[in-house]
């Protein structure tokens, strides 16, 4: 099956800055690429996403990257604002189904 | 606005129980899942469902099943709740359409603890 790793786990930028966080992917027959956001005691909600067509996607201060070939994609946050501390989760489709696989968060802390 | 309820917040039950989770969401999704969230471990696919009365497992399925009698509906029981099934367990749904898969909307979660 699919299996997804996300790093770092942990960021820490000043407000203002940029925040990237990257994950791979196992199963090169994965075709979605989602980001969900968590903010504390809150559910998961989607951010962005991307397909397996698209190697660019962007709204406003989030974009997402895809790298097919090496099986990796990223989401950048710019210009961080404190709002923007969440646990964010990316994850991917695998092979079948509308099941996704996630990968273990990374917590971001923006400091004002 | 999609909504996705869970029954309880917060549950705390004893070694032993058996435990219902209900899920209920209101946009008509043919897909409904149920994950469990622990720090580091990000969300984990227990079941999952693409029609009523249909499941799937997910990747940690043990000492876990799951009911779907209607299409709003989902269910995951813990036969003989244990203190590992300590967790925040989150339901979630999508769409069934052609050409997903697509968002998946998530309910509150349900913080269950057993002692």
């Known amino acids: 099956g699919e299996n997804v790793e996300q790093h770092p786990s942990t960021l820490s930028v000043q407000e203002g800055d940029s925040a990237v966080i990257k994950c791979t992917y196992s199963d090169s027959a994965s075709n979605y690429f989602p980001w969900y956001k968590q903010e504390l005691g809150k559910r998961p909600q989607l951010i962005i996403d991307i397909r397996s067509n698209v190697g660019e996607k962007k709204d406003q201060r989030i974009a997402v990257t895809l790298n097919k070939t090496a099986k990796h994609f990223s989401l950048h946050i710019t210009e961080t604002q404190p709002e923007d501390s969440a646990v964010y989760f990316c994850a991917a489709s695998g092979a079948a189904g509308n099941k996704l696989t996630f990968g273990g968060g990374t917590r971001v802390l923006v400091k004002p | 606005d999609v909504k996705v309820t869970q029954s309880s917040r917060y549950l705390v039950k004893r070694t032993g129980e058996k435990v219902f989770l209900e899920c209920v969401q209101d946009?008509?999704?043919?897909?409904m899942f149920w994950y469990r969230q622990d720090p580091g471990l990000g969300l984990r696919l227990i079941y999952f469902?693409?029609?009523?009365?249909?499941?799937e497992k997910g990747d940690i399925p043990e000492g876990y099943s799951v009911s779907r009698e209607k299409k709003e509906r989902f269910s995951l029981i813990l036969e003989s709740a244990s203190t590992n099934q300590t967790s925040m367990y989150l339901c979630?749904?999508?769409?069934?359409?052609?050409?997903?898969?697509?968002?998946?909307?998530f309910g509150p979660g349900t913080r269950l603890t057993v002692t």
């Open positions: 469902s693409y029609d009523v009365k249909m499941k």
């Open positions: 946009m008509d999704h043919e897909n």
């Open positions: 979630a749904s999508s769409p069934g359409l052609a050409g997903g898969p697509y968002e998946q909307y």
